[in-house]
């Protein structure tokens, strides 16, 4: 269930545990969003930085707490932070006495359209991100834009890269970041587009997979460029369409990046001097999107309307080599 609230009555959701009960796992930048009495909270599992500490050694931490603060099983945990919050205490509700069930209330604007929806919980492992993980949806999900007010703007950077992909997957969010439409209504619907999808193809079987749009070149830039999640995203939808010759869409992109207020040169790999082609390529080969020899591109006919094309892999690291940006 995703329900979008204001502070205040996310407050008295909160307050009513105030005197029982109240597992969470908190990210701290967000302390001073809360009621007060959660910060003297007994049962609250503190998150310093998040994406560090989405690993094997703060699970065990977590989960070694949750049990000896009396957690059972009819108990809930509260995730409240940005997506590697939500997903790293999703996977604890996951597992934790054979799972139980969990509330992610996002605080990045990231995780309001996409991160905390669809039930996808993990770590990361010293491999790869997210490699440990599970499907385990939240009972209920809050989305308080209030929480937007202290993001820093590499945070609204990353965000407003992944509401990019929701522009190309939807022609209402394409219509709407056309006519520059407030941002609340922008998380609305993406939010609610999410919602839909993932209940329609819970465990990407089908239509889900279109929501992977740009995360193949996409996760590549992350690891490589270590930069946020939906700015490398962004980056992943121009490369790729660049890539296929698809200029219909590179327009597209260029008109969106305009109306979300983005710096074009943001996504322009020219302008990351620390690009390594030959690291680029093996985080491509190791992507879990690879089919055998083959990498499952998500492409776009037209806004809404997206397909899969397996593409030959020793085919697409050619045409990568061939793109002058990627030149040294
Ligand atoms: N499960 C999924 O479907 C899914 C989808 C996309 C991304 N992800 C994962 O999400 C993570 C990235 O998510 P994210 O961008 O939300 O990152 P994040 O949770 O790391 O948050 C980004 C930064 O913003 C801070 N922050 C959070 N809320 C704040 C607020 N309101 N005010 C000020 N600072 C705040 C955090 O402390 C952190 O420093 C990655 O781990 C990625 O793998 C998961």
Known sequence: MLTYIKKHELYKELDNFKDGQFFAVIDQKVKNHLPQWISFSAH????KNPEEEKNLEYYARAVQFFVDQGISRTSTIYAIGGSATTDFAGFVSATLLR?????????????MIDGSIGGKVAVNLPQGKNLLGAFHSPNKIFICTEFLTTLPQTEWLSGKGEVLKYGFLSKQIHELILEKAPMEEIILACGTFKKEVVERDFYEKGERIFLNLGHTL????????????GQAVAMGLKYIFKMMGDNKSLTLWSEMVKNLDLVPETFDLKEFKDFDVEKFLIYLENDKKKVQASIRLVLVHEVGDCYVKEVPLKEFKEKILEDADFQD
Do not use: D, M, R, Y
């Open 44 to 47: 609250v599992f503190w998150l």
């Open 218 to 229: 996409g996760h590549a830039f992350e690891l490589n460029l270590k930069i946020p999640h």
């Open 99 to 111: 799972g139980i069930s969990w509330v992610a209330i996002p605080t990045t604007l990231l995780a």
